[in-house]
C-alpha cells in the first residue's frame, strides 16, 4: 500500500508525461482547455486534471458518471431544460417561495397595526407581487421571462415613508430585506439570457470532452505507474472490494453471487462512522 508521499511522486511523474505527450498532439485542444479554465498555463490545466481525477475517485463506478455528463454536454438543448438549468431554477424557485411565504405573514401581521406608515405597506405588497411574477415564471421554466423580470423588478424603498414606532419600523426593514435578498439571488442567477449561455455551452462542450480524455490518460498512466511497483493506494482497495460484491450490467449495479453469498450470513450490518464514507 503506497504512503501519501509516494503517492503524491507518482501522481506527478503520471501528471508530467501526460501534459508532455499529449500537448504536442493536441495543441489546439489544449489551447481550447486553458481558455475555458480562464488561464493560458499548464497549472490550470492539471489542476482541472487531478480535480475531475480525485472526485471521480470518490464515487463507486466513475464511468457513470462521466458518461452522464458528458452525454449532458453533447446533447445540450437550452438552457431552462438543461441538468444545470433545471437545477438554478428549482434552487430559485424554493428561495423565492420561502420569500414570499414570509412576506405574505408578515404583511398580514402589518395590515392592522394602526401605527404603519400605509406607504411602507404598498411598497412591500408591490415586492410581494414582483416575488410572484418570478414564481410564476419559474414555475414555467421560462429562462428568459425571469431574465427579463430581473431587468425591471427593484428592490423595496421607504424614501419618503418615515416611522416613528421602532418595532414597526424593524418588522418592515426585515420584510425589506427578504425581498432584496431573493431580487440579488434572481439577478445574479438570471443575469444573461438564455441564447447567451447556450452558446457558451455549446462552445465550451469540446474543452469538456477534452478534459476528460485528459484525465483518462492521467490515470491509465498512473495505474500503470502503480502495476509497475506491484502497489495499491486506498481507493485502489476501496474499487477491488467492491469488484467482488458489484458488477455493472447494463450500466445498474448488480450484487455478485459472492456478494448474495456473504448477505446470506447476516442479518443486520451495522456501520460505525457512515457520515465518513465515500
Known amino acids: 500500500i ?11 511523474e503520471a501528471m508530467k508525461e501526460t501534459l508532455e505527450d499529449m500537448l504536442p498532439r493536441y495543441p ?3 489551447g481550447a482547455l486553458a481558455l475555458c479554465l480562464g488561464e493560458n498555463n499548464g497549472d490550470a490545466i492539471s489542476r482541472a ?4 481525477y480525485e472526485y471521480l ?13 458528458r452525454n449532458s454536454y453533447a446533447n445540450f438543448t437550452t438552457m431552462a431544460h438543461s441538468p444545470w438549468g433545471e437545477f438554478l431554477i428549482n434552487q430559485e424557485a424554493a428561495q423565492v417561495t420561502r420569500a414570499i411565504l414570509t412576506m405574505e405573514t408578515g404583511l398580514k401581521e402589518l395590515e392592522t397595526e394602526p401605527d404603519l406608515n400605509p406607504k411602507r405597506y404598498d411598497r412591500l405588497s408591490q415586492g410581494l407581487e414582483d ?4 414564481q ?7 429562462w428568459d421571462g425571469v431574465h427579463t423580470l430581473c431587468q425591471t423588478a427593484c428592490p423595496v424603498g421607504f424614501s419618503g415613508a418615515a416611522m416613528a414606532d421602532s418595532a414597526l419600523k424593524d418588522a418592515t426593514v426585515a420584510l425589506q430585506q427578504v425581498h432584496k435578498t431573493a431580487l440579488e439571488s434572481l439577478k445574479e442567477t438570471f443575469q444573461a439570457p438564455s441564447q447567451t449561455l447556450e452558446e457558451e455551452f455549446r462552445a465550451v462542450t469540446p474543452a469538456i470532452d477534452f478534459l476528460f480524455t485528459c484525465v483518462e490518460e492521467f490515470s491509465a498512466r498512473l495505474a500503470g505507474k502503480k502495476k509497475d511497483q506491484n502497489a495499491l493506494d486506498f481507493a485502489d482497495v476501496e474499487y477491488a472490494a467492491l469488484s467482488l460484491l458489484v458488477t455493472l450490467e447494463q450500466g445498474k449495479p448488480t450484487p455478485t453471487p459472492l456478494a448474495k453469498e456473504i448477505a446470506g450470513e447476516f ?3 451495522m456501520v460505525d462512522e457512515y457520515q465518513d464514507s465515500n
Open 136 to 142: 410564476t415564471a419559474l414555475s414555467q421554466k421560462d
Open 28 to 30: 489546439a485542444e489544449f
Open 57 to 69: 475517485r470518490s464515487l463507486p463506478f466513475p464511468s457513470l458518471w462521466v458518461e452522464q455528463v
Open 49 to 52: 486534471i487531478s480535480i475531475v
Open 2 to 12: 503506497l504512503s501519501e508521499t509516494a503517492l503524491a511522486l507518482l501522481k506527478g
Open 131 to 134: 416575488l410572484r411574477r418570478f
Open 267 to 269: 442479518r443486520y450490518v
